[in-house]
């Protein structure tokens, strides 16, 4: 059985950072292609990053530039490391994997999710 788990979430003041982890049991990342979604209050799941199991990463043009994503084969983590945050990041953030290496935007690619960490940027 697959199993995300997410943390690092939390309150922080804009222009802040945060950096999330997700700690995969069950697959193995090296293998496998990770990504971090999000779900603000009345709005639909939306693509942040990914990263594929060779290590290419992606970004939509909403966090270009201050988001960065990594993973540890080592340890079988994903990370997201959020810089210049703004009031709009403020939502809650998911990693998901899924069955191959490869990565998509689109959230039906992946098959596993995690539950969730609540990130809130104040202005």
């Known amino acids: 059985q697959v199993q995300l788990v997410e943390s690092g979430g939390g309150l922080v003041q804009a222009g802040g950072s945060l950096r999330l982890s997700c700690a995969a049991s069950?697959?193995?990342?090296?293998?496998?292609?990770m990504a971090w979604f999000r779900q603000a209050p009345g709005k639909e799941r939306e693509f942040v990053s990914a990263i594929s199991g060779y290590g290419i990463t992606s970004y939509a043009d909403s966090v270009k530039g201050r988001f960065t994503i990594s993973k540890d084969n080592d340890k079988n983590t994903v990370n997201l490391q959020m810089n210049s945050l703004k009031p709009q990041d403020t939502a809650v953030y998911y990693c998901a994997t899924g069955p191959s290496s490869g990565t998509s935007y689109k959230s039906t690619l992946y098959d596993y999710w995690g539950q969730g960490t609540q990130v809130t940027v104040s202005s």
């Open positions: 069950g697959r193995t990342l090296a293998r496998h292609g």
